[in-house]
């Protein structure tokens, strides 16, 4: 049976000659690179020639088909803007966070797109590609696709922002699909206020995306790579296939075109390794049951040096073993409690006695977290993480608890809860045998789909038309007006017809008087 899976496996090599893919990832965030990692590594091993902008060099000198570009200086730059302090603090308007991550975004793509070896890619005319592949996120590293004159597939961490759904044809609703970035749980669940907020999101992010920011774009990206760069709207518009980063478990139901490709099985999720020995040897002795608490990679120190000491007082009074990583030199350690700077999620999450997971509601996280049937206490801070954790809580598998409003006594009662209720674990062990029950693994699934984009040169048989359709007609605002105006031009006549009669069949006044 696994010979006969992996011939199927096997077959698209048959079928493709090897490609000359260019993955752009230029985003400064680990989550935002560690989905697609082992992308580019499969694709290098089936013999694929990959060159790859990333912030987060795998470096893995093994893989001779993967060429790494290293962008690793824009965490410099975000840092300098502290990126994830500003979109993480509540007291900021959207307007000012909206300035500055803007510069700031300026600033990383002029330096990015200044890299001698992205200067070679621009200028170099005998280097050519088959296929690009870039992240949904920034419009203007989408011009690659028009430099090398190749197909385009977006790909996404998390699920798709709106203009990118409205590019593959897919439908956007602001009330049935409220946009990542807003703390919205699922349709039925938003009140009037919601609903109210999540059609002003669509409409300004619409105007200022259309009318302020891709103007901008092209203005910019013509100054390096020539005046003929279309709109990026038009760059879009003309992307192949998205493979966006959801699951029906974290994300709500939402219709979606054949070249709209859900790759949110756990796309990242490893084989299982050996524990480091000290770790391996404090979860095996932890009778009780552990914890592991991890706010991820986005949430820096200043973000939490106000609630540490508050957590790690909580966690001292729990009768369970606690396993904390952060980067953070941290006083006053209890003794159940085991901190470390780095270690490896996704095998944590898989020892049996490991019963609770502290985390700040990342997607990657979660999945890892549901892939191995571990309830959680979410603490979200930013983006995505307050409309993940809402849906956790809704879906029965965990705990929220508000950043601003945690005590040492909110904590441990949350921990006690997760650890004694025994309905969070079956719950969670519920969704992780949905979770993994899928026809085929989300890795492959995008490895499938790239090639089938370079084999069909486009895939344009999938375009929905809708794409190229204007608004008026789209929205069927000719039809409207033709029926508005028979049904006017109807109610003309009947009232003209009435009228008539009316005359005809009444008698006046003086008429009959002269008659007597």
Request: aromatic share 10%; with cysteine; hydrophobic share 40%.
């Amino acid at each position: 049976m696994n010979a006969f899976l992996a011939f199927l496996a096997a077959v698209p090599i048959l079928n493709i000659e090897c490609a000359r893919i260019l993955g752009v990832i230029p985003v400064a965030s680990y989550s935002h690179q560690v989905p697609f990692q082992p992308l580019w590594k499969e694709l290098s091993l089936r013999e694929h020639q990959v060159t790859l902008m990333t912030t987060n060099p795998v470096k893995n000198t093994s893989l001779t088909n993967l060429t790494e570009i290293d962008l690793s200086f824009t965490y410099e730059i975000y840092d300098k803007y502290n990126f994830t302090g500003i979109i993480s603090d509540d007291s900021k308007s959207f307007m000012e966070m909206f300035k500055t991550i803007k510069v700031m975004l300026e600033e990383a793509g002029d330096y990015q797109f200044q890299h001698p070896q992205v200067q070679n890619l621009i200028h170099n005319k005998e280097v050519t590609f088959d296929l690009v592949i870039v992240e949904a996120q920034l419009p203007g590293m989408m011009t690659f696709s028009w430099r090398f004159n190749c197909p385009m597939i977006g790909i996404t961490s998390l699920d798709s922002g709106m203009q990118y759904h409205l590019a593959m044809g897919n439908p956007v609703h602001p009330i049935l699909n409220p946009d990542y970035n807003l703390p919205m749980e699922d349709p039925e669940d938003m009140s009037f206020k919601d609903r109210v907020v999540s059609l002003l999101y669509y409409l300004g992010y619409s105007f200022v995306m259309y009318h302020r920011t891709y103007p901008e774009v092209q203005k910019k990206q013509r100054k390096i790579f020539g005046n003929d760069v279309p709109h990026p709207s038009t760059l879009h518009d003309n992307m192949a296939m998205l493979f966006i980063n959801t699951h029906p478990i974290f994300h709500s139901i939402r219709p979606l075109n054949p070249n709209t490709i859900p790759i949110g099985g756990g796309i990242h999720l490893k084989d299982p390794e050996p524990l480091p020995k000290d770790i391996q040897r404090y979860l095996d002795t932890a009778s009780e049951g552990a914890i592991f608490f991890s706010l991820g990679t986005n949430v820096n120190e200043r973000m939490v040096e106000n609630i540490m000491p508050r957590v790690l007082e909580a966690l001292g009074e729990v009768p369970y073993k606690v396993l904390l990583r952060t980067d953070k030199k941290l006083k006053n350690v209890p003794e159940n409690v085991l901190v470390k700077k780095w270690v490896p999620q996704q095998d944590i999450l898989r020892h049996p006695n490991l019963k609770g997971f502290i985390t700040q509601g990342g997607l990657q996280s979660l999945q890892e977290a549901v892939y191995n049937g571990v309830p959680l206490i979410g603490i979200p801070f930013l983006g995505d993480q307050v409309a993940n954790v809402n849906r956790m809580v809704k879906k029965g598998y965990g705990i929220k608890l508000n950043k601003k409003d945690i005590t040492k006594e909110s904590l441990k009662e949350a921990v006690m809860e997760l650890m004694t209720n025994p309905a969070y674990r079956e719950k969670a062990e519920e969704l992780r045998d949905i979770y993994r029950d899928e026809e085929v693994p989300s890795l492959q699934r995008a490895i499938w789909w790239t090639e089938y984009v370079i084999r069909h040169k486009g895939a344009r048989h999938l375009r929905n038309p809708v794409v190229d359709m204007p608004h008026w007609k789209y929205f069927m605002l000719d039809v409207f007006v033709f029926v508005l105006a028979l049904l006017s031009l109807l109610v003309f006549m009947c009232f003209r017809i009435i009228k008539t009669i009316c005359k005809l069949f009444s008698v006046r006044p003086d008429h009959k008087l002269k008659t007597q």
